[in-house]
């Protein structure tokens, strides 16, 4: 017979194997409106990404997301990598600009 310890965390595996299960359908549901991004185009970049963010290496997309953000250049438009919410926030604030991002850098190492 099962302990009331054992049932509990046999119901708490259970319960992460499903959360896990419904995130992986919502995160390649959502591919396809990841700005029209294929769901096979997205999982064969993300695989090859090694299924984190082509920037910072995080397994998590960030925020509530359930995918990486399609990160593109916004002069030609072409896709460039998956970024997790925070980096594409990131670039996107700092307008793309190689400059403002090492301004940036060299403002936080002055204020560490």
């Known amino acids: 017979m099962m302990t009331l310890e054992e049932a509990l965390e046999l119901r708490r595996q259970k319960d992460e194997e499903r959360l896990h299960r419904k995130r992986e359908r919502q995160r390649l549901n959502n591919a396809n409106r990841c700005r029209s991004m294929p769901t096979d185009e997205y999982r064969v970049v993300l ?7 082509a920037a910072c290496g995080t397994d998590d997309p960030g925020a509530t997301r359930t995918m990486f953000c399609r990160d593109h250049n916004h002069e030609t438009g072409a896709f460039r990598a998956l970024l997790c919410w925070n980096c594409n926030i990131a670039l996107g604030h700092a307008g793309d600009s190689i400059e403002r991002l090492e301004q940036l850098i060299e403002y936080l190492k002055k204020h560490q």
């Open 47 to 53: 695989k090859a990404q090694g299924g984190v963010c």
